[in-house]
């Protein structure tokens, strides 16, 4: 069989695209779509590459490149053309409709929500690591599949007999298509070149070894075949390998803007985006369009973050014509069914909706957008219900400049929403507040469960600008929304906590938080303004077990702290607030703040990512951070991370007592501000669970964010992704505490060893070591055993929240130590041979000594080291179920090598003489031969004098050398009369026949060439010149002769 093989190395790979978990064989990071009516009917299959899409189809693939998304929320609010270029690799003469088939399915799916037609949406599509193609030419097979971490490669199959020339490549649509003296095909786009680099073949023989052939691309127009060497046998199967580099595309690298997370009961995890894409390419070449759009990309994660369940693609078909971002996820829930609710924003009118929603008509005009509210089943495989939500004029923002929340009635499964409107026609019922306040105003919205309802909807707003930000159902089903309001005349109504703003204007830059209670049926109960008079919003809310309100927000000033809080801020830098309110929202139970940036950064962002408590009442907040002087974002011993980083996680203790866990995690970050390599999001929508487990997702551009072992995606797939992170802050709210350390292994004196201990929540500790060394109180330390012998280490770990509630505070458990002592090394003597080449390998040592790793004194780790030189080597061999390595040191000096034996030997001019070693006295023989003339053969014929040189390998450390001096056998006589008298005596020059056919020169006595022939054969006479002495010089270039003499004409 015969294959051809391109190789697809994807250079800037695009977030939304990465692969999911294998039914059989590795995961594939770039999967093959099968087509199920989501695209054109054309396109069997397609795969999503950096910045474009690959589509494969019956005869051809069309590559669609365009520059990604790049992350600059405002930027996003009109719509640019885009550049793109699109061309088609067409097989000529290939068979028209070939079967093609998806191989390797996946575990995980996809599911395309696009338009407004449900007989266009596509779920549970099915994903392939590979597609083949049979007999797309006779005797050919084509198969694309993936070699490494996004790495495409299609393969031309040919069966033995079939005709590697009918294999023809016409590429359409590029810019330029040359070979390079390197013999590359380069091919020019306009965003960027794409070059296929000289092609490597081989052949694989009956008993699979490897050979080469050679090969290279051939050029005719715009058609490329393969042109293969000599050395090419169609009865064995062949490899041709190109490789296909993307490279220097114009514009920045696409990927995602990654915004909201949420876990169902299960632990799994659903991240939400917006995702770019493009349409099918309906002209080649370059494009400048508004042609590219994005969607909500919708993961679903395993518990454990090692595998994709399912990606969802919710949104328009790509129709609208003014804004960029087209869809937009700002916030999820689960209800109690395990169904997915997403709020999110669109400018598409052809978002995808249900039968009897409320509304099903985009209602801006052109000129804004919509809210959107939309329930997807438990398998992320069918939309239930689909919403649209908005006036004629603007709700929300393009992308995650304004918040949104959506959360479920537990008891009745309606469903609340609250952002923001700049209509004054946002749909109302029942409403509080019936008219838009001026500008910008929060939005209170309850739905019914399918969606087809107002149970009640409301605007909050003054005379100014508000948002709403959070919406929460208590437990006694009561409605709590918060969010910020520059308006003075905000209605809070009375008897809150705060009924004046402390420091409210018109300016963008001051804003205060409120927080406002409703009935379940929509009647506003209490209300207050939160803040100083710098600029404060309130982002998030809880509540406690006793129903008491929890908010967390951020401040740019100097906020409420209780006596017995906790607290952490630093003037005139952004702080995190945490404020406990009793249900009426009219005294403070509790409030603290903590500085996370070192300066005043709400203009720009909201800087709070997650709020919320677990069942120990403990408080728990995620946060962009800075890298700020004393004190710092405030760190416990036991922080993940000590040195900045751009997001600060933290634990409070129950009504915020104590700092129980303070860390970083994230891009390092050295600015007193957020790190811009995490995007900033002022909409972004974090989980926490009610175990103390957070749920986060950041947009990042850096690369060093960090991922865990096994990670679903293990690295950055593009220049602006998802960081997505699953975080157990705190034990289980009923368990008792846990430990979580591992058994150490043996190890060999002196022993370093490093304590495993990855035990959960913010604990203090005491260890033990069994040596008589002090305690240590670090959770995982390092401890050195100096001598041999058998340690009991204890650990006693005691938890810092030791509320009954949450289990007994106090656990130990007993580790046991095995340090051996060290084995004495084993000496090796060897000899280096003649060919300056000898490998030590341990495992020939007598006995045999096996290991796991090795390491030489050279740093080498391999099991054998090859050496040239004689002197001293050493290795340390960890052998299996031995805690100390057998160290073996080889003193190598060199052989003597053999005397050179001569024989000389003789022939004649064009006598062929036979070398033979064996054929001496005594005889040479060996296993191998190599002379001096390159011949590898025991004998070899000669028919020149010259020495010979031939080296014997005997098996011995030094080879036999026998050196051949061959002479002529002996000179010739030449005659010098001629009698040119007609008696045939002496009327001949003659030259002896072992001369062969020499050339000859007959010269006067004045030097004057008289005769010359290149091949003579003793026919000269001289009967044509007078008797006199003439001069002869004879030549026989074979066997290094060259005769001068003289030859008297006598008449």
């Known amino acids: 069989m015969t294959t051809f093989t391109k190789q697809v190395v994807l250079l800037l790979p695009l977030l939304g695209s990465a692969g999911a978990a294998l039914a059989e064989g590795p995961t594939a990071t770039l999967p093959f779509v099968a087509n199920k009516g989501q695209w054109e009917r054309r396109v069997k299959y397609a795969v999503d590459i950096p910045d474009g899409r690959l589509y494969l189809e019956n005869n051809a693939f069309t590559y669609h490149l365009y520059p990604g998304l790049t992350h600059a929320d405002a930027a996003l609010a009109e719509r640019k053309p885009v550049a793109s270029h699109a061309f088609r690799v067409t097989m000529v003469g290939a068979a028209a409709a070939p079967a093609v088939a998806g191989e390797k399915k996946q575990v995980a799916y996809r599911n395309y929500f696009l338009g407004n037609d449900p007989s266009h949406w596509a779920s549970a599509v099915p994903l392939f690591a590979d597609v083949r193609y049979r007999a797309v030419y006779p005797g050919v097979d084509l198969r694309w599949h993936q070699q490494g971490s996004g790495q495409l490669e299609y393969d031309f199959e040919l069966a033995p007999g079939a005709r590697p020339a009918a294999i023809r490549l016409r590429y359409d649509g590029l810019d330029g298509l040359s070979i390079t003296p390197e013999g590359h095909l380069q091919l020019r786009t306009s965003v960027g070149d794409v070059r296929e680099q000289a092609p490597v073949a081989w052949q694989l023989s009956a008993s699979g070894q490897r050979r080469a052939v050679p090969c290279r691309f051939v050029l005719r ?138 509304d099903r008509t985009l209602n801006n005009g052109g000129n804004g957008r919509d809210l959107v509210v939309t329930r997807i089943n438990a398998t992320g495989t069918s939309i239930l219900a689909s919403t649209f939500l908005g006036g004629s004029s603007d709700e929300a923002a393009s992308t995650s400049l304004i918040p949104g929340s959506i959360t479920t009635d537990p008891t009745t499964g309606d469903v609340l929403v609250t952002s923001t409107s700049f209509s004054n026609d946002y ?94 049926t929509g009647t506003r109960l209490n209300g207050t303004f939160l803040g100083t008079t710098s600029n404060d919003v309130a982002r998030f809310l809880d509540f406690d077990a006793n129903g008491n309100v929890l908010v967390g927000g951020a401040s740019e000033g100097t906020y409420l702290r209780t006596g017995s809080a906790y607290g952490a801020y630093v003037s005139g830098t952004t702080g995190i607030f945490v404020h406990g309110l009793n249900p009426a929202l009219s005294s403070t139970l509790f409030a603290t703040q903590i500085s996370v ?198 650990l006693v770990a005691t938890r810092r929240n030791t509320a009954t509630s949450c289990g007994p505070a106090t656990a130990s458990l007993s580790l046991q130590v095995v340090v051996a002592a060290p084995t004495p090394a084993r000496a090796v003597l060897d000899t280096l041979g003649c060919s300056k080449q000898l490998v030590l390998d341990p495992a020939r040592l007598s006995p045999p000594v096996l290991g796991s790793a090795f390491t030489w004194n050279n740093g080498t780790q391999s099991p054998t080291l090859t050496v040239t030189a004689a002197g001293r080597y050493s290795v340390q061999v960890q052998q299996l179920g031995q805690a100390c390595p057998t160290t073996i040191e080889y003193t190598i000096g060199n052989a003597v090598p053999r005397p050179v034996r001569t024989v000389v030997d003789s022939l004649d001019c064009g006598q062929l003489l036979v070398l033979d070693p064996a054929r001496l006295t005594p005889f040479v023989s060996g296993r191998a031969y190599n002379w001096n003339t390159g011949a590898r053969t025991p004998s070899i014929s000669v028919t020149s004098p010259g020495r010979y040189r031939v080296e014997i390998d005997q098996g011995l450390l030094c080879p036999a050398v026998v050196e051949f001096n061959v002479k002529l056998s002996k000179t010739f006589n030449i005659p010098n009369i001629l009698t040119a008298n007609g008696d045939d005596k002496n009327a001949y020059f003659k030259v002896p026949a072992s001369y062969g056919t020499p050339e000859l020169k007959i010269f006067n006595r004045w030097g004057r060439l008289v005769y010359e022939t290149k091949t003579y054969r003793s026919e000269w006479t001289g009967s044509d010149l007078p008797a006199g002495v003439y001069h002869y010089l004879i030549r026989q270039p074979n066997c290094g002769i060259e005769t001068k003499g003289w030859v008297e004409i006598v008449r």
């Open 427 to 520: 749909p109302r019922a029942n409403a509080f507040q019936n008219n838009s306040g001026g500008g910008a105003d929060g939005v209170l919205t309850r739905l019914s469960p399918t969606l087809t309802a107002l149970r009640w909807s409301t605007y909050l707003g003054g005379s100014s600008a508000e948002r709403g930000h959070d919406v929460k159902v208590a437990p006694n089903g009561d409605v709590y929304v918060c969010g910020a309001t520059q308006s003075t005349n905000f209605p809070v109504g009375a008897g809150g906590l705060l009924a004046t703003a402390p420091g409210s204007s018109s300016s963008f830059n001051s804003n205060d938080g409120f927080v406002l209670r409703f009935s379940s």
């Open 221 to 358: 127009g715009h058609e490329v075949t393969f042109a293969l060497g000599k050395e090419y046998n169609p009865a064995q199967r062949l490899v041709i390998d190109p490789v296909l580099v993307f490279s220097t595309y114009s514009g920045s690298p696409g990927g995602e803007s990654a915004n909201t997370t949420v876990a169902d009961a299960q632990g799994n995890m659903y991240t939400g985006g917006y995702v770019l894409g493009s349409g099918y390419p309906v002209t080649l070449g370059a494009i400048k369009s508004t042609f590219a759009y994005g969607n909500i990309g919708i993961s679903k994660l395993s518990a454990t973050g090692n595998s994709l369940i399912y990606a969802t693609y919710l949104g328009g078909g790509g129709t609208s014509t003014f804004a960029n971002v087209d869809d937009y996820p700002l916030d999820f829930d689960i209800n109690a069914a395990g169904e997915l609710l997403v709020l999110g924003s669109t400018i598409s009118t052809d978002y995808p909706t249900t039968n009897g929603a409320y």
């Open 597 to 794: 940036v070192g300066f005043q950064a709400l203009s720009s962002c909201n800087v709070l990512t997650g709020f919320g408590r677990d069942n120990c009442g403990r408080l728990y907040f995620s946060a962009y951070a800075g890298a700020l002087a004393n004190p710092g974002c405030p760190r416990t011993p036991d922080a993940y991370s000590q040195q900045a980083r751009s997001l600060y996680l933290c634990v409070l203790g129950e009504n915020a007592t104590s700092l129980l866990y303070g860390t970083y995690i994230g891009e390092l970050n050295t600015s007193q501000g957020p790190s811009f390599a995490t995007h900033l999001h002022y909409a972004a929508s974090n989980y926490i669970t009610r175990a103390g487990t957070m749920y986060h997702i950041t947009c990042n551009t850096g690369k060093a964010f960090g991922t865990t072992p096994g990670a679903y995606s293990a690295g950055l797939t593009t220049s602006n992704d998802g960081a997505a992170f699953k975080f157990d802050l705190a034990p289980s709210a009923t368990s008792a505490l846990q430990l979580v350390v591992q058994s150490p292994p043996a190890g060999c004196a002196p022993y370093a060893l490093q304590f495993v201990n990855i035990t959960n929540g913010s604990n203090t500790y005491s260890w033990d070591f069994g040596d008589g060394s002090p305690l240590d109180t670090a959770k995982a330390p390092q401890h050195t055993y100096t001598t041999a012998g058998t340690y009991t280490a204890r």
